[in-house]
């Protein structure tokens, strides 16, 4: 409850710095939300994709 | 008047919306003629919620009991089972009790309040902008479209003092090895002299090679190179003269062949675009 009250009173009483809180939650949100999903797309598609077997392509004698 | 209003009560089973047989509080002046064979529908045991279900209660059949001057009919029932609807379905759970001070939960629901607020402001920020983004760069060029917009260039199969023409974005693209004599005459023009008055070291990188837009300023002919009275292009549409590094020397075209974006990534090769 003490944090409660200490996140409305310095963010959300004034709207300018809640406007603030919105623009920074949404650069936040938009870096979890975008990599959490490439994370499960690639978690889903384990062995499917290029980067997981490119290393059975590779030329060996070129290194 | 007063009369028929009087008199009404035999119509008083077609004005309410309840016909139920009890005992009247005052005693009937002449007793009710029970009707024989006829079963009233309704269900006294259901209960009553709104307006609808009051319909339902009606009888479907005749009146079932007939009753003569100020005989009670009908009876009311005056709200005693009747749900009277109020809010509380939305209310928050911390004001549903009308004894408890609302200001001791006012911060908590504030809070959520807000909270709720933001992040549904969050979530919409993040999905205009991504709208946004996905729009703008569909209107941009695609990866295909950006590969074929380049051209590399070997540069040692173009002898000194020639010049290849290759085809770069649907225009002949012009690149000519220049001798050193080339490159002193034209490091030495004045720029007074010119009508579109450019110095020969702001149009090259590499002084031994101009590479230049193959179309006439001028109505967009494709000029001939080595030709001219200044050794570099000549258009043969009106007779336009351009020089050893593509600046307009003479005829009508108002300004120099244009250079495109270029660069050397080792001595022999050039990637333009």
Known sequence: MALAKSVYNLLFRRTSTFAVTIMVGAVLFERVFDQGGDAIFEQLNRGKLWKHIKHNYENKEEE | ?273
């Not at chain 2, 009560?9 to 009707?35: C, D, E, H, I, R």
């Not at chain 2, 709104?50 to 339902?56: I, K, P, T």
């Not at chain 2, 950006?146 to 693209?173: H, Q, V």
Request: charged residues 20%.
């Open chain 2, 1 to 273: 008047m007063m009369s028929i209003a009087a008199r009404s009560g035999v119509f008083s089973p077609y004005m309410q919306a309840t016909a139920f047989a009890v005992a009247g509080p005052l005693k009937a002046l002449v007793p009710g003629v029970v009707v024989k064979g006829e079963n009233i529908l309704l269900n006294p045991k259901k209960k009553f919620l709104c307006r609808e279900s009051l319909n339902g209660q009606s009888p479907k059949t005749g009146p079932a009991v007939t009753v003569s001057i100020n005989g009670s009919a009908g009876v009311r029932f005056a709200h005693t089972d009747i749900t009277v609807p109020d809010f509380s379905d939305y209310r928050r759970p911390e004001v549903l009790d009308p004894n408890k001070s609302s200001q001791d939960s006012s911060e908590s629901r504030r809070t959520f309040s807000y909270l709720v607020t933001g992040a549904t402001a969050v979530v919409s920020v993040y999905a205009a902008k991504t709208v946004v983004t996905q729009f703008v760069s569909s209107m941009s060029a695609s990866a295909d479209v950006l590969a074929m917009s380049k051209i590399e260039i070997k540069l040692s199969d173009i002898p000194e003092g020639k010049n290849m023409t290759f085809k770069w974005r649907g225009k002949p693209l012009f690149v000519r090895h220049r001798t050193e004599k080339e490159i002193a005459t034209e490091a030495a023009v004045s720029l007074t002299e010119l009508r579109d008055p450019q110095h020969d070291k702001d149009r090259v990188i590499s002084p031994s090679w101009v590479i230049v837009l193959g179309v006439c300023t001028h109505l967009g002919c494709v000029p001939i190179a080595n030709a001219g009275e200044y050794g570099g292009y000549y258009c043969p549409c009106h007779g336009s003269h351009y020089d050893a590094s593509g600046r307009i020397r003479k005829g009508p075209a108002p300004l120099n062949l244009e250079v495109p974006y270029y660069e050397f990534p080792d001595d022999n090769t050039v990637i333009v675009g």
